[in-house]
């Protein structure tokens, strides 16, 4: 009889801890790494993870560490799940640890700041594997809603279809179906963006501008994405799948979002200080709107509403203003 998978995931936050459940529940062995020593014996000895899943009760195969030589030992996939902009650092130090063979598999949405790399090209850079090594998993998923079990679909991306097809066995439940897709580049800058075009959404419902106004971002911040996509090299059908569209919907529509929920307070009137503050968990889109931007700008692609989005956060600029200064552009042909 051959033993079971074993998945190292490192971070204990909502989206860690819901996917650890995942592999957990497909029948692999789950070691959650997490800085906090009370977080990780709590896990442990009541099988909940109260800070994050608050009334979830977790696999008995999965639990929890704070040594991250004893997590990643040998895994057949190490799953990383810290915020985007701390991923290079964090990773530094536990390469040294990583099992021999293992498959590194991205959950994080963001793009690195200063540098504009996604975030398995981060991953490559800083451990020193190839494509083959690294995979992302992507698409419409709400931690709470996948931690509750409902249904959900996803996307499992890597160069290599045949490690996908093993990541997609190790994670593929009753609740949870995980499809395959070898655009890496597709699937990685569609979940990226759609924080981005969250947050824009959210601030139009914070100002009470409709569904209509929602409607349309949603759509534009598609094309957007898809725009930057295509001069990127990824296949322009990703965009319209689970990784793009499936994603951008969810993000844009649910109160569970974290970045559609910070753009709902700044739309209110709230100040960056201010809803930083009343923001338990990582919005990535704040930060990734400036690098995703920044990505654009290097491949020439007009992101108008990533730019607003990014001079509401970062510079200030009033919703009212911004929204004015974006509904008086220019008119355009619709498949600009």
């Known amino acids: 009889m051959s033993k079971p998978v074993k998945a190292a995931v490192f971070g204990t936050g909502s989206w860690g801890t819901a996917f650890g459940m995942v592999l957990a529940d497909a029948g692999c062995d789950v070691v959650l790494w997490g800085r906090r020593a009370q977080l990780a014996d709590t896990v442990n000895s009541t099988r909940t ?61 963001g793009v690195e700041l200063g540098s504009a790399m996604r975030m398995s090209e981060v991953i490559e850079d800083v451990a020193k594997v190839g494509q083959d090594r690294v995979a992302v998993v992507t698409g419409p998923n709400l931690a709470r809603e996948i931690a509750a079990r409902m249904p959900a679909a996803s996307v499992v991306a890597c160069t290599d279809e045949a490690v996908a097809k093993r990541i997609q066995a190790a994670c593929h439940t009753p609740y949870f179906r995980p499809y395959t897709n070898t655009d890496v580049v597709g ?26 106004a929602k409607g349309s971002l949603i759509t534009r911040g598609l094309a957007e994405t898809t ?21 951008l919907v969810a993000t844009c529509s649910s109160p569970l979002s974290r970045n559609h929920t910070f753009g709902t307070n700044l739309g209110k009137g709230m100040t960056l200080q201010e809803t930083i503050a009343v923001t338990k968990q990582t919005a990535e889109g704040v930060k990734s709107c400036e690098s995703v931007l920044d990505l654009a700008r290097r491949h020439g692609i007009d992101m108008p509403i990533t730019e607003t989005v990014v001079g509401i956060v970062h510079e200030g600029k009033p919703p009212v203003v911004a929204l004015k200064e974006l509904m008086s552009r220019s008119a355009k042909p619709e498949r600009h």
């Open 187 to 212: 699937c990685e800058l569609g979940g990226a963006v759609k924080n981005v075009i969250g947050l824009a959404v959210g601030i139009a419902d914070g100002m009470g501008l409709g569904d209509n």
């Open 49 to 109: 993870n109260a800070d994050y899943l608050p009334g979830v009760e977790l696999p008995a195969n999965l639990r929890a560490t704070t040594d991250p030589a004893e997590a990643a030992a040998e895994a057949d996939f190490t799953v990383l799940a810290v915020p985007s902009q701390t991923l290079r650092a964090n990773l530094a130090e536990w390469v040294p640890l990583l099992a021999r063979d293992t498959v590194l598999v991205s959950l994080m949405k």
């Open 227 to 247: 725009r930057l996509g295509l001069a990127m090299g990824a296949e322009p059908l990703t965009f319209s799948g689970l990784a793009g569209l499936g994603d």
